[in-house]
Every structure is written in C-alpha cells, then in structure tokens.
C-alpha cells in the first residue's frame, strides 16, 4: 500500500513538532526515518496510524483518506511496534498474539478459519511456537518485542509502523527483528520505521528519511541521505562515513574528539 | 499455564450458585430443612406442581429469604464485574470498585438523610445513591479535559474526593443525635437486611444491564491491557472504552452500594481469585468473576446471619474478614515473587 502524507502540521502542548510535513511511501518499501531526539518520528509514526489527528494536513492509505476512516478499519490496514510495550496481567503469547484480529471482528464475532491462520503465520514467522503458552511477561525483552511484532503481523497489514523496535535489544534480537520485517517487505508489506541506529538504518532500508525539527530535511538513499555533512548539520556531531562497496552498505562512526572544545 | 478450563470453571461455579440458592432460603433464624426449601423453590416452577408444603415456610422463604439472597447475588455480581473492570482498566491489581468515590459518596448521602431527618425506609438508600452519583460525578469532571483523562489523574481525583466524602460523614455523625448515629454506621457496615422485593427489582434491570453491556466489551477491555498506545493501534479508542466501561461499572456499583452499603473486598479479591484459575481474558473472567462474587456474597451472608445467632452481623465484616487475610497473602506472594507493579 502506497502512502502520502501531505502538508501534516501536529502542535503538542502548544508547541510545534510537524510543520507542514510532506512524504510518500511506495507500495512494498522498507523506509527509515531517522533524526535527533525530539525531531518529530514518533508523533510522525503515531499519525500515519490514526493514534493522533493531524492539527491540519493529510493522510492518505493508497487511495483512502485517513480520517475519513474509522479507527478500527485504520487497524486493519496499519499496524505498529512500538519500543516497549507492558502487557497488564499473565496473559499468554498467543492471548495476546490473538489480539491482532481485533480490528477484524465484530464485538461478538468468533475467530473464523482465516482468523486462525493469520495468527498461526504470525506465530510462525516470528519463530514463536514453542513460546505459546507462556506468560508475555516471563520472557525476555527480545523475546517480548518477536511477540508484539507477533500481534501487528496477526493484524494482516499493509503497512507496518516500528518506533525504535529494536532500541532496548541486544545486537542478535536486532538483527533477527529487522530480517524478519526486511523478509516481510520482500513480499509486498510496506514499512516505515524510527531508527535510532545510523548503521542498522544504512543496512535495512531502502530509503532514508532525514527528520529534523518537525520537517524532512532530506530523503533518498540511504548513501546519498546519510553523509557527514547532512549528520553533522542535524545531529551536530562529526562522523565518519565509510563506503563498502563489497557489503553494499555504508559504515558511519562517529569521529574522536567530537566533545572536546 | 495452569489455567482451569472456563467450562470447568463454569460449572462449579453453577453448582455452588444452585446450592446457595437453597442454602440461602434455608438457614435462618428458622431453620427450614433443604429438601423443603428445594421443594418451595421448584413448586415455582410453571409444570411443577407439589403438594403439602407448609405454609409459614412457604412465607419465609419468598416474602424474606428469597429477595435477600436474589439481591445479594446482584450485589456480589456487580462489585466483582467492577472491580474488574477497575483493575483492567488502570491496570493496577489493587484497584476496587470504590476507587472513584462511590462507597464515601454513598456514605455521606446516607448519612445526610439519616441526619436530616428522612424517615422512610427509602431515605438511605436513595440518599447514597446521589451521594455516590455525586462524587463520582465530581471526580469525572476534575480529571476530564478536552475528552481524555490519564488514569494517575483520575485515581487521584477518586482518593481526594473520597477523603472530603468521608470527612463529611464524620462531620455529620458527630453531630448526629445516638440514634442516627447508629443507623449511618449501621447502613456504612453493609448489609442485606433491607433487601426485598421492591429493591429487587429496581436493581435487577440496572445490574442485567449493565453487566451485559461491560462483558460486550471485553475484547476492548484485553486490548487495553497492552497500553493504551497500543491498544488504539489496533483499532480501540482507549478515551471511549475507559469511559463508557469506568461509567458503567460506577453505575452499578452505586446502585449496589445504596441497596447494601459499601460491602468490602468483594470487589477486589473475587476479580483476583478468579484470574488466578482462568486466567486474565475479560471474555471469560467477566463472567465468572459475575457468579462467583454472586455466590460469594451470598455465602458470606448466611454466615453472617448464623454466625452470632440471634444476631446478625454486618456482611462486610464477614467479607472483609476472609479479604483481608487472603488479600495479604496475594501481597506477599506478589512482594516474594519479586511481581509488585
């Protein structure tokens, strides 16, 4: 699903984040967004979801207008990981896997066949199944994180929203999440993703969004986005970029001594 | 997980409802023995009809016995579906149906009717149920702006508002002459020494009700588990469940609390007990928490009827005194477990 979004203004407690924000995303594209704490991802992420209503401008989910749209409808079409979530109370992995079909029933619907095996697939492709029975809250946090991108799979979406998944994860959980989304991207789910870490973004993506006080900066590939000196004008700080033609990805360090003086 | 099978569940807690059902109507001040009461009670039925039954029991068991235990079932019902709702909605094990005012609310509207000196056996609890309205009334609209609320803001609110409740309350028994006195504090002990036909049927309707409407939205209710970020991705509006399920469930338990006074620990440890066999799915714990309040306050107050015979304690004592002592167990698993959130 292709999405556009189109002069998007958001104001938080009186203070501007979005301004007058222009994206689009092609259908089956694995974007990154990436710029400093506090330029705007999150409330950006949040709605293109339908979780928060733009103060002025659109969203559009392929050809559908976005607050035109029931919320429950939206969660068919989007679905989102966010950095950490709590669950409340021992449910089960598949409780809350189960979940995801949400927006699919009516108040007092059973699950159908096709309810099932959207579940089971998003079991299976998160590498879940021997997790089923236990308690979300007894697993470890790169566990959790496979489980709730479980329950945004079982949504069956067309785009897929991640806030920082992977930021609280060590470097195997990392790796696993973003190969499973990049999998997923292969065969047609379109995915935009906040990415803390310049390196994992250059790896994953094929585009990158630079966001810097509420507008994007720059977007392209992630070579042509992420250059030192479009870091250092928006992150403020000197780094390294290094081109490795034979791995296909950019390696970005950041340069000693950057807080000396 | 261990977790008994909601069928399972469901059945005994079936039984146990057939069985304080008789129970109920059959231990008293005057015994009547249990194959009798079970005959009065099915001689109801349309195609059965049974000959012989005397008719003195026949009076106790309908005129007293029956409404009493009917109401206590709602009672029982409609704290624990509250405090379920309660606890799933602040995500918080130790919230109870009353953590947004009601029971102060209702004390203090009881205790101004007793005060100013309303006579009818209607006063107290038409008195409690504006007192409660009240102060939930006022709760919602401090912590409500521009149609959300976050629930640290509404808990708040509950607490400051039930402290100001019940300092009205001390107020008005303090200078209330010994009689009044007595009747507030025997009204804020809870009890269902008042129940009957008529009461019964004022509140069947609102509990039915609103219990109905509460379990519709259980899947809303799980969701919410997740966080209220999360849960509006997939497709709840947290601001409308909270306060559709939070004026519901305060609905019903202010109508309980003006039947019965504020009955304690129903309301909180029924919700946890019943977790703990089925497991957290408000599909199935709504329900069963439903009955086993029900039953739980209706076996408790035939303790209470029986336990000091001739005279009756006050049911929230009974409840309390099996709460309390259950409810410190769960907080010290909870604090050795290393669980406490």
Known sequence: ?261 | MNRARPKVTFLVLFVLLAFALVAGVAIGPVSIPFRKSLLILTDKLPWLEISGLPSNFQAIVFQLRLPRVLTGLLVGSSLAISGTVMQGIFRNPLATPYILGVASGGSAGAATAVVFGFQSSYALPIGALIGAVTAVTLVYRISWSGGSSSSYTLILAGVALSSLFSAITTALIFVAGPYQQHRVLFWMMGGLWRSNWTLFKIILPIVTVGAGVICAWSRDLNALALGESAAAHLGVKPDTVKKTLLGIATAITAVSVSAAGSIGFVGLVIPHILRMIVGPDHRVLLPAAALGGGVFLVYTDVMAKTIMQPVEMPVGVITAFFGAPFFIYLLRKRIAGGKMR
Do not use: W
Request: aromatic fraction near 6%; hydrophobic fraction near 40%.
């Open chain 1, 1 to 261: 699903m292709k999405v556009k979004v189109d002069g998007l203004n958001f104001a938080y407690n009186g203070k501007d984040v979005l301004k007058d924000l222009d994206l689009s995303i092609r259908k089956g594209e694995f974007l990154g967004i990436v710029g400093p704490n506090g330029s705007g991802k999150t409330t950006l992420l949040k709605n293109m979801g339908g979780v928060l209503d733009p103060d002025d401008g659109l969203v559009f989910l392929g050809e559908e207008e976005l607050s035109a749209m029931p919320i429950k409808k939206v969660a068919t079409k989007v679905a989102a990981l966010q950095q950490e979530t709590t669950v409340g109370f021992d449910f089960t992995v598949r409780e809350v896997i189960e979940m995801g079909r949400f927006p699919h029933l009516d108040r007092f619907e059973r699950h159908t066949e096709g309810d099932e095996r959207a579940v089971r697939r998003a079991i299976e492709v998160t590498d879940l199944e021997e997790f089923c029975d236990r308690p979300v809250n007894q697993l470890s946090g790169g566990e959790k994180q496979r489980v709730f991108l479980a329950l945004a799979l079982a949504q069956e979406p067309e785009l897929l929203l991640l806030d920082e998944p992977t930021a609280s994860l060590d470097i195997n959980y990392q790796v696993r999440i973003m190969e499973t989304v990049r999998d997923l991207k292969e065969e047609g789910l379109t995915v935009a993703a906040a990415i803390h870490d310049l390196n994992l973004a250059a790896q994953y993506t094929d585009r990158v969004a630079l966001l810097s006080e509420g507008v994007i900066k720059v977007i392209g590939e992630p070579r042509d986005v992420l250059t030192g000196k479009n870091i250092a004008d928006t992150f403020g700080v000197e780094v390294e970029v290094e081109d490795s033609e034979s791995k296909g990805s950019i390696h970005i360090f950041p340069r000693n001594g950057n807080h000396e003086g």
